[in-house]
């Protein structure tokens, strides 16, 4: 019982720690991958979409309090959205195979970084343009590394255990 | 309890989560449209609570990866210092009478205070970072921020123990530059919170490769800090002035330690804080 209110924070803190640790190491030509965001989908495919806003919440969160504090909430806004609409294919009633749920990672990666550059206030050529030199490499990575985590995620331990 | 919990439940299941979804954003515009005042204060509770200690685990973590390589660029540098600390000595003993004779001011006489970089911004644009020393520490807001290499930033917000580090990257940090060959004075601002850039007159004949120091103007830090040199030059809107793309001396998100001068800003600084 304790093991099912921890996974999630645990989980949670694993995806931090690999961000600010593990993410710098294997980072290309500046571009690395992002685990909060591998967190959150896989957060939203398995319960859904309240728990996926939650998580969000709180993640985005934490990510705006080490950000300018001019742009506090845009992370908490494009995390709770990611949250929501990822935990609309929630598995319980959908039936995903791991190359449709590594896209729907790439996908809310994008409307992640779309609501965060606009809640942020970029102006339209920039936001055009760290789409493509950031928000699609960063995106592409990230569905790589977010690919294994899900194989072992989704088929390993955490497999159809609902609370 | 039992009522409150299904109750809860019961609001959560509408619209499949849309209450708690637009709950939740409504909270999170409302961070956002929050007074700068208010988002201070939230951050400050935030980090002083929660955040400080769990960035300090995480750091600790990351710090024992970076050890054993540390150690072997240590001994590098050490075999390499001790070279020039035999030059040193010599250029030391010329640059005192060279100092007796043009009465040299020491800008940079400030007590220095070293840190450890405790906590980053997990996202992907590092602005800030925080840093284990404080007010105990004698730190202060506005206080320069360096390393080895050249500069780093200033310190944005302290408390007792611990300090953030607003970065040269943070497009809210902008400040006056020197072309260290042509001491041309230009302008250095950060470019999608990621990329430096610096507005320089046209006709000073600035070139790639020039290097950047801080003009000293500005009233925040000292004049002569390192920041970068220049890596391309493009055209602005203005004729009279172009574009450089700056490549810092330092990796941002690789730094460890870091210096802080213990240099309060000037005067007419301080007035505008107020």
């Known amino acids: 019982m304790i093991w099912l209110w921890i996974r999630f924070p645990l989980l949670f803190l694993v995806a931090v720690v690999m961000q600010t640790t593990v993410s710098k190491w294997i980072r290309i030509f500046d571009i ?22 939650l998580w969000g919440f709180f993640a985005g969160f934490a990510l705006d309090v080490y950000a300018p504090v001019e742009w506090l909430g845009a992370h908490t ?21 791991l190359g449709m749920k590594i896209g729907v990672l790439g996908l809310g990666f994008f409307i992640c970084d779309i609501v965060y550059y606009l809640a942020v206030g970029f102006e ?3 936001v055009f343009n760290l789409l493509l030199t950031q928000t699609l490499p960063e995106s592409l990575y990230t569905m790589v590394c977010g690919g294994v985590a899900f194989k072992f995620l989704f088929e390993g331990n955490l497999k159809n255990k609902h609370v | 309890m039992f009522k409150i919990t299904r109750f809860l439940k019961a609001i959560a299941s509408i619209g499949h989560g849309l209450v708690v979804f637009i709950f939740l954003l409504f909270l999170a515009v409302i961070i ?20 400080y200690p769990v960035q300090s685990v995480v750091s600790s973590i990351d710090d024992f990866y970076g050890k054993s390589i540390e150690n072997e660029q240590l001994k590098r540098e050490n075999a390499k210092l001790r070279v020039e600390l035999f030059r040193a000595k010599e250029g030391l003993q010329e640059l005192s009478r060279l100092h007796k004779l043009v009465r040299f001011e020491n800008q940079w006489d400030y007590p220095i205070v070293t840190a450890r970089v405790v906590g980053r911004n997990p996202g992907r644009f590092l602005t800030t970072f925080i840093i284990n020393r404080g007010k105990n520490h004698g730190l202060k807001e506005e206080m320069p921020v360096f390393s ?3 500069l780093v930033g200033k310190i944005s917000k302290v408390e007792w123990n611990h300090a953030s580090v607003q970065l040269l990257v943070d497009p809210n940090l902008k400040l006056s530059v020197m072309e260290k060959r042509t001491r041309v004075i230009g302008f250095l601002e ?33 004049k002569g800090i390192e920041v970068g040199v220049v890596d391309d030059i493009h055209k602005s809107d203005l004729e009279v002035m172009r574009y450089m793309d700056i490549l810092p001396f330092q990796e941002f998100s690789l730094l460890e330690e870091v210096f802080v001068m213990q240099k309060e800003p000037d005067w007419i600084v301080r007035e505008m804080l107020k």
């Open chain 1, 77 to 97: 806004i494009s995390m709770v959205v990611l949250g929501f609409a990822v935990g609309q294919l929630e598995e319980r009633f959908l039936t995903l195979n």
């Open chain 2, 190 to 222: 950060s470019v999608k919170g990621r990329n430096l850039s610096a507005m320089i007159p046209t006709n000073a004949g600035v070139k790639t490769g020039d290097t950047l120091i801080t003009s000293g103007l500005g009233g925040i830090f000292p």
């Open chain 2, 32 to 51: 956002r449209k929050a007074d700068v005042m208010v988002k201070n204060s939230i951050v400050t509770t935030a980090l002083s609570t929660i955040f």
């Open chain 1, 124 to 126: 339209r050529g920039i």
């Open chain 2, 148 to 150: 080895m290499r050249g």
């Open chain 1, 32 to 53: 690395g991958p992002d685990f909060i965001i591998i967190f959150i989908v896989l957060i939203a495919l398995r319960r859904g979409p309240v728990v996926g806003a």
